[in-house]
Nanobody
Framework: QVQLVESGGGLVQAGGSLRLSCAAS????????MGWYRQAPGKQRELVAT???????NYAASVKGRFTISRDNAKNTVYLQMNSLKPEDTAIYYC???????????????WGQGTQVTVSS
């Protein structure tokens, strides 16, 4: 199966920057979309940004212009560069990928364990 391991979270002051990374490993035949979601305390998980294998991106309105998603297909890794961070960006950030572990298997969604991002005011 596909495993996702995130890194790069932490504590930062408002206006600062962080860069998250997520590497996919395990049995991987193909990877379609990769993306980041986040969940703040007491709130539902929400989309932050996604990127297709062709590099097409999609952002939540709340992060557009501040966050940049990118991926390295050779490394099966997706990144999230977060600039001009705000306290409301505080959440657990989860990596997601839609992937096919074997040639004849169906595509499925896989999730990382999450990484905490805390932005202090």
């Amino acid at each position: 199966q596909v495993q996702l391991v995130e890194s790069g979270g932490g504590l930062v002051q408002a206006g600062g920057s962080l860069r998250l990374s997520c590497a996919a490993s395990g049995s991987i035949f193909s990877i379609n979309t990769m993306g980041w979601y986040r969940q703040a305390p007491g709130k539902q998980r929400e989309l932050v940004a996604t990127i297709t294998g062709y590099g097409n991106t999609n952002y939540a309105a709340s992060v557009k212009g501040r966050f940049t998603i990118s991926r390295d297909n050779a490394k099966n890794t997706v990144y999230l560069q977060m600039n001009s961070l705000k306290p409301e960006d505080t959440a657990i950030y989860y990596c997601n990928t839609r992937a096919r572990p074997y040639r004849f298997s169906n595509e499925d969604d896989y999730w990382g364990q999450g990484t905490q991002v805390t932005v202090s005011s």
